[in-house]
């Protein structure tokens, strides 16, 4: 396998890193600066206000310890991400659990190695921690359980007399349908990439029943032609033919799709069920926070995955700096946050998605629908996808997936070629 070009300048960065026991105690009198390095920019809403909150209380019970935030929205924060690992990493930095971003970083030793039997007691879901480790060595924490979903204005449907989908070839009709009445059928992140590799994913479990296996298969061989893939990667194409996603879907960020579907423009907007938070955001109009729904992807007609197999993994967490300077407190801070009733509590108080931790103590009833509907969809699945394709590789390959899915979505080059091309960039 070719040396990772991104681990080798870490390494070479990282030659001289510390350990997690050798770290000087800090004398709890002494004045403490913690960085943490986050991809929440949004302090008033969702993850990024349960963070803050977490953050503020640790400064009120810690009055000699500060804790500086540099929050960057993920693309810019991955970005960044690199730079820091070559010039010094701030205490606590955000990470994914997942290849794609994890593996090169470990191999770098970029990242302190955490005590896994400190956190027996922290209700972590089974198997989400597996993601955060390497030679069966513990280096971060998960934060969230995540759903790839389908929001939908529920008003919006019963005014028309528009039904959820049964089958995706139902979805392309309703596209039809909806662009009739002048509205974006479904709102896409097209200009990131990643998102629709996600709903690439999410297609292939609809038509294969499973991931895992396949995906493991295909990286690790460079081959991409398996029916499954080329199936999706046609779905998709078919797709943006009816009219599905938003004209210049594939330009648009993040911000603009869930802006359309926000705003009324749109009738349904794909994402992550962490976007559950939506029906608390005031800053949207109540007629349209008060009649935010979900659903998962629809089945595929003749394909193996039940309506209950769904696309979900553990992604995002936290990690410490490996250098950092008070790695003892990070570590102290770290670990306040997981806490039960620290982020897996207030992240469901203040409706954003699942935590990667058991969150039943916390359910109450008087929730929102949407969270009531993710919870159903959770617990009523019979199996759970994993990490998403475009995560699964290398980097290279990542970058590769996430910026061809345009081209072949868009019509500018074929599946074939698609496939051949993403699957050059895992050899």
Do not use: H
């Amino acid at each position: 396998m070719k040396k990772k070009a991104l681990s080798a300048m870490l390494a070479a960065a990282m030659a001289a890193t510390s350990v997690l026991g050798s770290v000087a105690v800090v004398n709890a009198e002494e004045e403490v600066t913690l960085k943490l390095f986050s991809n929440l920019p949004d302090r008033k809403n969702g993850q990024g206000l349960v963070e803050q909150m977490i953050i503020d209380e640790y400064m009120a019970e810690n009055p000699n310890v500060k804790i500086e935030v540099e929050a960057l929205d993920e693309e810019a924060y991955k970005t960044k991400f690199k730079a820091y690992a070559m010039d010094g990493m701030p205490d606590v930095v955000s990470i994914w659990g997942q290849p794609a971003f994890l593996d090169e970083v470990l191999e770098a030793g970029v990242l302190a190695e955490l005590n896994e039997a400190d956190y027996a007691d922290y209700a972590f879901v089974e198997g989400s921690l597996e993601g955060f480790k390497k030679d069966d060595k513990l280096y971060g924490l998960p934060r969230n359980t995540d759903i790839a979903v389908i929001y939908y204005n529920q008003k919006m449907f019963e005014d028309n007399g528009w039904e959820i989908p049964a089958t995706y070839d139902d979805l392309l009709t309703l596209a039809g349908t909806i662009r009739e009445s002048d509205i974006i059928p479904m709102a896409m992140d097209g200009g990131d990439g990643w998102p629709m590799a996600v709903y690439l994913s999410d297609l292939v479990n609809k038509i294969n029943g499973s991931t895992k296996d396949l995906f493991a298969e295909a990286i690790a061989n460079g081959d991409f032609t398996a029916d499954p893939f080329k199936q999706a990667t046609d779905l998709m194409r078919q797709s943006v033919e009816a009219g599905l996603f938003q004209d210049g879907y594939d330009s648009q960020d993040y911000g603009t799709a869930m802006n359309l579907f926000t705003n009324g423009q749109a009738a349904m907007f794909y994402m992550g069920s962490w976007e559950a938070s939506m029906a608390l955001n005031e800053d949207i109009p109540e007629e349209i926070r008060t009649n935010i729904r979900v659903f998962t992807m629809p089945v595929v007609d003749g394909g193996q995955g039940g309506a209950n197999d769904i696309a979900a993994w553990n992604g995002g967490g936290y990690a410490v700096s490996a250098t950092s300077e008070v790695q003892e407190e990070a570590v102290k801070f770290l670990n306040y946050m997981y806490q039960p009733d620290k982020l897996s509590k207030y992240g469901w108080e203040n409706g954003v998605g699942l935590s990667a931790q058991d969150q039943t103590a916390y359910m109450t009833g008087e929730e929102t629908e949407l969270q009531k509907q993710i919870v159903e969809i959770a617990t009523g699945a019979t199996s759970l996808s994993g990490t998403p394709v475009n995560d699964c590789g290398p980097s290279a390959f990542k970058t590769c997936i996430e910026s061809e899915i345009q081209n072949v979505t868009n019509g500018t080059s074929t599946v074939d070629d698609f496939l051949a091309t993403i699957g050059k960039a895992c050899q």
